[in-house]
């Protein structure tokens, strides 16, 4: 099984930064793509961002240009930097990868942008 721990959420006001991690058990070049995904109160989790083993990434229209997915070798772990942030992208952020037949997520991590 793949283990994924998110952190770094936290609360920020708009404009603001933060960085997100996801440790992952297994090597995270292991995996054809990494993904993040959040969801806001009421609403259905809605993908973000995507990195593929390649290093080719992609990202939902509202987060373009602000967002940033990345990798460590070193560390193994996920990235997601956030920056000029707003409300609307308060939501738990979790990280996510496909494995065996199967998507696995972590716990997620609480990121509150406040006014």
């Known amino acids: 099984q793949v283990q994924l721990v998110e952190s770094g959420g936290g609360l920020v006001q708009a404009g603001g930064s933060l960085r997100l991690s996801c440790a992952v058990s297994?090597?995270?070049?292991?995996?054809?793509?990494m993904a993040w995904y959040r969801q806001a109160p009421g609403k259905q989790r809605e993908w973000v961002a995507r990195?593929?083993?390649?290093?080719?990434?992609d990202y939902e229209d509202s987060v373009k240009g602000r967002f940033t997915i990345s990798r460590s070798r070193e560390k193994n772990t996920l990235s997601l930097q956030m920056s000029s942030l707003t409300p609307e992208d308060t939501a738990v952020y979790y990280c996510?990868?496909?494995?065996?037949?199967?998507?696995?997520w972590g716990q997620g991590t609480q990121v509150t942008v406040s006014a």
């Open positions: 297994e090597s995270i070049f292991s995996f054809s793509v």
């Open positions: 990195i593929t083993n390649g290093g080719a990434t």
């Open positions: 996510m990868v496909p494995y065996w037949g199967s998507n696995h």
